[in-house]
């Protein structure tokens, strides 16, 4: 490949000296399958014989069964504790030095984030560690999850780092487990830590992720969750605020200095109308949900025909029904008892809290940052990058891109295996993307990877007309569209016609 990546895979995984396939060949292939067709081992083998692969590594499809794949994977050695050096790891700091011998990598302006993915491991299974209760960003708090820690390249969306832990530990605990190895990284790769700005949203800034940036001498940007936030900072007018430019629409920015986590730092507020505007519409409806519900139980409560309710009872509905954010300060509920035992319930709209929230609160992030040398605008672009990384989340969870699931995986080897695997295979997609970018092709990824798909050659059979032995064959390629000629010639992709 032109990336350099499978040379750099047979490196650490020889070739056998027969003719089949090696480790390096089903990693890359399992790669290449989250991004094209995800599923189960059990469905690769047909997939792979109708692939352009099946010729051009000239393997039997047959040596791609699902135990193939079990077995290789088995083979590979794995970290021994947290901070060893096992062949994965080794094979991330390979991929890092190869990404940035081949000019991947930006401005060193790097975006860390951490998901969860849910699994269908049953609860009883204890071979498996990773696979834990927690908070699950789903909304699958009944399975078991995996957590996933992951750091990118802002602008290129290459991997640099990534690591499987617990589901039931939280972002900001992984924060700091994950510090020490990102800095292990950078330092086997060479990258100088003082020119590196590591990027990461609100759910991993806290205290003592500060006082680990401080000692790993890593500059950061990153969004500070808004009660930790200075006050005088959280109430800037929207006259100190300025418009940024024309490839940032929408977003104003104001700056500051206030106390974050016991140092003075310097802080961006950032405020985004597309941000306002979307979380305003979840507001208006959770507000009119909410009083729906009071009405109803107001309702409940003045039936004559119910049995009346505990004071007790009646709170921790109420509480239910304001239990989401800001509620409880945008709604005012009175609860009497003008008749007892019976409770009579009113509730009202507090017009001054919602026009204060909108006012100073909506559409607005807090950023800190150690870069007092950068100007403000650049501060604001580097932590847009950020969202570029949970794009790449969404897509693993919506079914586009580098697919996590389904992960038919039950023990900690094998999915620490999986996980690799799709982080491969996103680094790769991204890499493909970046060169149709450069390129100046108004693509999406999910739409370069449509017009790739539809790329097929037909086989024609012939009569043998009498003649023993196999019968003629002719392979033909199908048409193809003015997007699919472009890429073709961008990918260099006129060396495989006729395979």
Not at 137 to 148: M, T
Not at 161 to 179: I, K, M, Q
Not at 319 to 339: C, F, H, M, R, Y
Not at 422 to 446: D, I, Q
Request: with cysteine.
């Amino acid at each position: 490949m032109d990336s350099g990546l499978w040379d750099c895979l047979q490196a650490l995984w020889p070739p056998p000296r027969k003719a089949s396939p090696g480790i390096a060949h089903y990693v890359l292939l399992s790669a290449i399958q989250r991004v094209c067709q995800p599923g189960p081992k059990t469905e690769i083998q047909a997939w792979y014989a109708k692939s352009v692969l099946n010729s051009i590594w000239a393997l039997n499809s047959s040596r791609f069964t699902s135990q193939d794949f079990w077995d290789a994977f088995d083979r590979i050695e794995l970290d021994g504790g947290r901070f060893s050096h096992g062949e994965l790891t080794e094979l991330q700091i390979r991929m890092l030095r190869l990404w940035r011998e081949h000019n991947l990598l930006g401005a060193s302006v790097l975006a860390y984030d951490a998901t969860n993915f849910y699994t269908y491991i049953d609860t009883k299974n204890a071979r498996c560690t990773l696979a834990q209760r927690g908070h699950n960003k789903q909304g699958r708090h009944n399975l078991r999850q995996i957590g996933l820690a992951y750091l990118m390249d802002a602008s290129s969306g290459m991997g640099i780092f990534h690591d499987c832990y617990p589901g039931n530990r939280t972002d900001a605990e992984e924060f700091v487990v994950s510090l020490p190895r990102i800095e292990q990284f950078l330092d086997a790769a060479q990258i100088p830590r003082d020119q590196v700005t590591l990027v990461f949203d609100k759910g991993s800034t806290h205290l003592l992720g500060s006082l680990e940036l401080a000692r790993g001498r890593l500059n950061w940007i990153g969004a500070v969750p808004w009660n930790q936030a200075p006050q005088a900072v959280r109430s800037l007018p929207m006259e100190r605020f300025s418009a940024a430019t024309s490839d940032l629409p929408g977003v104003r920015w104001a700056q500051a200095t206030g106390l974050v986590h016991g140092q003075q730092r310097r802080c961006i507020v950032m405020h985004s109308s597309v941000f306002e505007a979307q979380q305003l519409h979840s507001l208006m409806d959770s507000i009119a949900k909410a009083c729906a519900k009071l009405k109803a139980l107001s309702r409940e409560l003045a039936n004559p025909t119910r049995r009346p309710r505990k004071q007790q009872s009646v709170r921790r509905s109420i509480n239910s029904i304001l239990a989401g954010q800001w509620l409880k300060d945008l709604i005012e509920v009175t609860l009497e008892q003008p008749q007892p035992p019976r409770w009579s319930l009113q509730f009202s709209v507090n017009n001054s809290q919602l026009s204060e929230l909108i006012t100073f609160r909506l559409g607005r992030t807090v950023l800190s940052t150690t870069r007092e040398d950068w100007e403000p605008l650049q501060i604001v672009r580097a932590y847009h990058g950020q969202g570029l990384i949970e794009r790449s989340f969404r897509s693993m969870k919506d079914g586009e891109g580098a697919t996590w699931g389904p992960a038919y995986h039950w023990t900690d080897s094998k999915l620490r295996v999986h996980c690799f695997c799709c982080m491969l295979g996103a680094s790769l997609l991204n890499w493909l993307h970046g060169k149709v970018r450069a390129a100046n092709l108004a693509m999406t990824k999910e739409q370069m990877l449509k017009e790739l798909d539809a790329l097929q050659q037909i086989v024609l059979l012939y009569p043998s007309e009498g003649r023993s032995g196999p019968k003629p064959t002719a392979t033909v390629d199908t048409r193809e569209t003015l997007d699919q000629a472009r890429l073709i010639e961008l990918f260099a992709l006129q060396r495989l016609k006729g395979r």
